[in-house]
């Protein structure tokens, strides 16, 4: 295997860390302490770009939600403010929960955000104190809260949260609320005259696919904007639809099912319309894996920042990070034309640092089929401690005797008791080959529970020897952060190295 290039850049460590530890995120915007996660209320206004966050200001662990607040001149360097919203209010004293911006027509924006009390979610309102003030330090909340007290039709203060931002159609203001109608995910349509008293329309979407839709974004796409992107969270991913919006029966008419957004670690995303450089821009919240914010003193934190787009060819959306995180290079090394051995690991010298950018071109000899690869990053001198950045090559495998596939399901159905094992293997793995969806798949044998099933996955999960599944992948191509090796300072460099099956696991 041949790598073309590899640049390296050095990034220029963000000064608003507050954080001694050496794995804290330092290009990313969030509480420099303290628990994070949803983004709230992202929006442009009077030459800054505001980022709202559920946080809770604390400690490290979920708890007493509340409003985080950053302002940026240019998406790239943030500047903390105080909590500007917390759950201070009778309607409220359960949790300031995830909601959007809206800029009205006098230019003045507002905040709509679900509003936790022991009667339920609700949805509340909260405006500037001062509007002049471009940093928006100080917020209010007007005393006709909550604007929506009631669930929609079939639904339930239980599952009732996540405003979107507003819009103007047929002469009123439209918003959309996450809801679980008849049991069913859906995206709940509300209307107004005012911004201050509200009345339910019907589901703008919904489906049977989640129980309950978290976090909705609906908007046109800047580059076509005829289509539409609906957007939920649910089943611990975001999901989105593309589609138009018929705003004379004022329903979302998809064109497709379903699409996963972001394979990573990402849930609870919100985007807004950038007026300044006519684009949507996306942010998501990422976890770690390890829930260990106890120890840390945080946890959490948001993606970069990055731009919508739709490619009509493949009908998907497109998210590219901002060209403003440019200005966060430091200096740049190139390592060029270097050659790499099955089970070989190249040190790239001089190509040290806590905050790296990689851009890296691979090409693959004909043989390297089934081969993972990539480049670790933060490494000892004896590779002991590393962050693995893995791209794993994978031709279709199965069946796979005795072999479970934890894990990634999106959905299971089951087979007639009797039928040949041999039978029920082939269509499990036909099922999955032919939905775009579907990746791996795994076959579970009668006995556990009863009824044989065949449950298909929208990832691949790490192996697990188990006499009761059978199991395959298709033909793919993963990305993978290996983080299980991660710890230390980091600072002995950048390994660029092929990788075994056994150790990716």
């Known amino acids: 295997m041949w790598i073309g290039v590899v640049t390296v850049l050095l990034a220029l460590q963000f000064a608003h860390s507050s954080a001694d530890d050496a794995l804290h995120p330092e290009f990313h915007a969030g509480p420099a302490t303290n628990w994070m996660n949803d983004p709230n209320g992202p929006m442009y206004y009077n030459g800054y770009y505001h980022l709202f966050f559920q946080h809770n200001p604390k400690g490290s662990s979920w708890g007493d939600m509340s409003w985080g607040h950053v302002v940026s001149k240019d998406l790239a360097y943030w500047h903390h403010l105080p909590v500007a919203l917390s759950p201070d209010q009778p309607y409220d004293k359960n949790g300031v929960f995830t909601g959007s911006a809206t800029i009205l027509d006098d230019g003045s924006p507002e905040i709509v955000y679900t509003c936790v009390n022991p009667s339920g979610q609700q949805q509340c309102v909260a405006l500037p104190a001062n509007a002049s003030d471009p940093m928006l330090v100080n917020w209010t909340k007007p005393s006709y809260n909550p604007i929506i007290k009631d669930p929609p039709t079939n639904g339930t203060l239980r599952s009732f949260r996540d405003d979107t931002t507003a819009w103007k159609s047929g002469g009123s ?25 509200w009345s339910y329309l ?43 919006y018929d705003e004379s029966k004022q329903v979302f008419v998809p064109r497709g099912t379903a699409t996963l957004f972001d394979p990573g670690h990402v849930y609870a ?11 949507q821009v996306w942010f998501g919240w990422s976890s770690e894996e390890d829930r260990s ?124 008791a009797g039928q040949p094992e041999d039978s029920n293997i082939a269509l499990c793995r036909e099922t999955c080959n032919n939905e775009t969806r579907c990746v791996a798949w795994t076959y579970v044998r009668a006995g556990d529970p009863n009824v044989p099933r065949c449950s298909l996955k929208d990832g691949i999960p790490n192996t697990n020897p188990n006499n009761h599944c059978v199991s395959g992948m298709k033909s793919s191509t993963n990305f993978i952060i290996d983080r299980s090796k991660t710890g230390g300072d980091g600072n002995q460099g950048t390994v660029v190295s092929t990788l075994t099956q056994m150790q990716l696991q």
Request: aromatic share 10%; hydrophobic share 35%.
């Open 173 to 197: 203001w439209k918003l959309v609320v996450g809801a679980s109608i008849s049991g069913h995910g859906a995206a709940s349509l509300w209307q107004s005259s005012d911004f201050k008293t």
């Open 202 to 244: 019907h589901p703008l979407y919904t489906t049977t696919q989640f129980g309950m839709w978290e976090c909705p974004d609906f908007f046109p796409i800047p580059n076509s904007p005829q289509t539409y992107a609906l957007k939920y969270s649910a089943g611990g991913k975001d999901w989105y639809t593309l589609g138009m």
């Open 269 to 279: 995303s919100k985007s807004f319309y950038d007026p300044a450089s006519k684009r």
């Open 293 to 416: 914010g106890g120890k840390r003193g945080w946890q959490g934190i948001q993606t970069l920042p990055r731009s919508l787009t739709l490619d009509s060819d493949l009908e998907i959306l497109v998210s590219t990070p901002v060209a403003e995180l440019a200005k966060l290079r430091k200096s740049q090394q190139k390592f060029m034309n270097m050659q790499i051995k099955p089970g070989q690991a190249m040190p790239l010298k001089s190509a040290n640092g806590l905050q790296l950018e990689i851009e890296a071109n691979f090409t693959l000899s004909s043989s390297s089929a089934n081969q993972n690869f990539g480049i670790s990053v933060r490494t000892s001198s004896d590779l002991k401690t590393r962050t693995d950045v893995i791209v794993s090559c994978q031709n279709m495998t199965g069946p796979l005797n005795n072999t479970d596939l934890p894990g990634d399901e999106y959905r299971q159905f089951p087979y007639k």
